[in-house]
Nanobody, 122 residues
Framework: QVDVVESGGGLVQPGDSLRLSCVVSGVSLDYYAIGWYRQAPGKKRERVSCMRPADGATEYVDSVKGRFTLSGADAPNTSYLQMTNLKPEDTAIYYC???????????????WGRGTQVTVSS
């Protein structure tokens, strides 16, 4: 059984930081890419970031480059999305997912969690 559990969301003000956590069980991050996508109300899902297992290379959507950092394996089967300088447009439900061998070109991961809400508002 594969479980993906996100945590760390919350309500913050513009310019604040948050760190989202993703704990995965049932698969090895040595072979699965781990990433995040988000969905804001009334909008389509958007890829945020993903880390490849083969070389640890990380990709980001343009809107978060320089502000978000995805780290992997800080703890066994745990990954973190460090978000800084948050903006109101970052408000969304953030989902963590894992995908065999490569980062998916869409938001269709093999396994994903239930999401954690991030709200950025003054």
């Amino acid at each position: 059984q594969v479980d993906v559990v996100e945590s760390g969301g919350g309500l913050v003000q513009p310019g604040d930081s948050l760190r989202l956590s993703c704990v995965v069980s049932g698969v090895s991050l040595d072979y699965y890419a781990i990433g995040w996508y988000r969905q804001a109300p009334g909008k389509k899902r958007e890829r945020v970031s993903c880390m490849r297992p083969a070389d640890g290379a990380t990709e980001y959507v343009d809107s978060v480059k320089g502000r978000f950092t995805l780290s992997g394996a800080d703890a066994p089967n745990t990954s973190y999305l460090q978000m800084t300088n948050l903006k109101p447009e970052d408000t969304a439900i953030y989902y963590c997912g894992v995908h065999a061998y490569v980062c998916p070109e869409t938001t269709q991961y093999d396994y994903w969690g239930r999401g954690t809400q991030v709200t950025v508002s003054s």
